[in-house]
């Protein structure tokens, strides 16, 4: 138990809203100098432009009733290239998480969401144990500085996610070791933030934050069976088995070593690993997965979404599929409310930590009328029947402690644009025109509302 009322709020990650890439000392992440194939959508220099409007920002979600909101700070706002400590960055933050507490909206901080500082990307990032040491540096900084008033941490956002997505956006790197030595310095540097956070937080709780999608066989086929049970190791178990159980998933282990990969924790990490363990789980859902068993020579699957690791290929392993059973959003997204209570359930049978609901949420094409309404009806659906997954889990034992869609406000989807809404809070701009970004709430806003003030007696 977290001993705290639930959660209820939003999420929203500090690049894909802040913009302001230039101002008060920041230094460029990987998300500011990564290729972009597409101009024709927006980039972060820009984003919604909360750093300028966080105050107002709050002040809505107040009204809307949240008592938490997952927020993520900046690495690169508070360390500087040669790694001294940006007051300026320090001072933003001072005031984003006292407008919180003021609103009584609790924060929890996620340390890194997908944004590393280029100048760490450009000496090997994640691959270089270089890292490690530079992560560690910030999140003392951040426990030191903030952890007077922020008790809930999240350490890295979705590592699963960026193993497995396009390494030029994530920065990882593109072959199976380089992929592998960033898993495990990922997971070393999160072993080394859970100790800080025990140590120089008072009260304080942390937590990993994977993004799990439950993995689902196609058929009864005893092969597709094992494909399903093979590929929610590597897309699920193996980062929260080293973060929870404390060891090297050994199909993961056993897979490694067969594409040539000698994975093993090293002699003087062993007690780190062992000794450090969080107090809840971030839980990112979107959807789930659907695997196949390929026979020798079998090709990849043809039209598989190419959304959330879902279309995936490894020879004589498992196979991405479509799912026959499952619709798909206007984003090429599957969606699977009953698939949020099996992935719940499947994470409390193995880990039975507490669970904070850290993202969940519909990208769609939203429209706002002349007279400025938002009549979003499909994301109160979705987010209708994903609360209902909730509950129908809490019944089942569950111990969840949080719901915090995502998101917050419309922000910059990681590679599809503004275009791509997911916020209860409108923003007027497009991926071309910056327009005067005024805000406004959406029918999903007026729905949450609701929901919580009956929900929470707030
Ligand atoms: C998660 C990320 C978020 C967010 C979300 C939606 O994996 O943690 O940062 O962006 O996915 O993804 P997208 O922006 O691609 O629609």
Redesign the pocket.
């Known amino acids: 138990m977290l001993n705290q009322p639930f959660f209820w709020g939003a999420s929203l ?1 500090a690049h ?1 809203t802040e913009g302001a890439v230039n101002i008060d000392g920041k230094q460029p992440s990987v998300q500011d100098t990564r290729p972009r194939n597409n101009h024709t959508i927006a980039d972060f220099s820009i984003a919604v432009d909360h750093y300028h409007h966080f105050n107002e920002d709050f002040q809505m979600l107040a009204e809307m009733n949240a008592n938490a909101l997952r927020i993520s700070f900046a690495w690169t706002r508070i360390i500087n290239q040669d790694g001294s400590v940006n007051q300026l960055g320090l001072d933003h933050y001072d005031q984003v998480i006292n407008a919180l507490l003021a609103l009584d909206i609790t924060p929890i901080v996620t340390t890194y ?2 944004d590393l500082p280029d100048t760490l990307q450009q000496a090997g990032g994640w691959h270089n144990p270089a890292t490690i040491e530079a992560y560690l540096q910030y999140t003392r900084v951040l426990f030191e500085h903030f952890g007077d008033r922020v008790k809930y941490w999240l350490t890295i ?2 590592p699963n ?1 960026m193993l497995l997505a396009d390494t030029k956006i994530l920065g990882i790197h593109d072959t199976n070791e380089g992929r592998y030595k960033s898993y495990y310095n990922m997971m070393i540097a999160e072993k080394y933030a859970f100790q800080q956070c025990h140590e120089l937080v008072p009260e304080g709780k942390i937590g990993p934050v994977p ?1 799990i999608s439950y993995v689902y066989p196609l058929s009864s086929k005893p092969e597709d069976v094992r494909a399903a049970l093979d590929f929610n190791v590597i897309r699920n178990w193996a980062y929260l088995d080293f973060s929870v159980r404390c060891q090297l998933n050994p199909v993961f282990k056993a897979h490694l070593e067969k594409l040539g990969i000698d994975l093993h924790i090293l002699p003087e990490h062993q007690a780190l690993v062992d000794e450090n363990r969080p107090d809840f789980i971030g839980f ?1 859902y ?1 959807t789930t997965a659907t695997v196949s068993f390929p026979q020798a020579g079998e090709a990849r699957s043809a039209g598989v979404s190419d959304q959330q690791s879902e279309d995936v290929y490894e020879p004589n392993f498992y196979k991405g599929v479509t799912n026959p059973y499952l619709t798909k959003n206007a ?1 090429n997204w599957t969606v699977d409310p009953l698939g949020l209570q099996t992935s719940l359930e499947q994470t409390n049978d193995r880990y039975g930590l507490p669970i904070i609901i850290t ?1 969940n949420g519909l ?1 769609a094409y939203d429209e706002m009328t002349d007279d400025y309404k938002i009549h979003d009806q499909y994301r109160i659906e979705y987010l209708q029947q994903h609360l209902a997954a909730v509950d129908a889990a809490i019944a089942n034992g569950v111990e969840v402690q949080g719901y915090l869609p ?1 998101s917050s406000i419309d922000l910059i ?4 644009g503004i275009r ?1 809404r ?1 916020g209860f809070i409108y923003v007027d701009r497009t991926d071309d025109d910056l327009k005067e970004m005024k805000r406004y709430p959406k029918d999903s806003y007026y729905w949450f509302q609701r929901v919580i003030k009956e929900r929470s007696n707030r």
């Open positions: 990650s894909q969401h997908f956002n979705e996610i993004n990112n979107y984003f993202e990208g995502w989807s990681v590679h599809e791509k997911y």
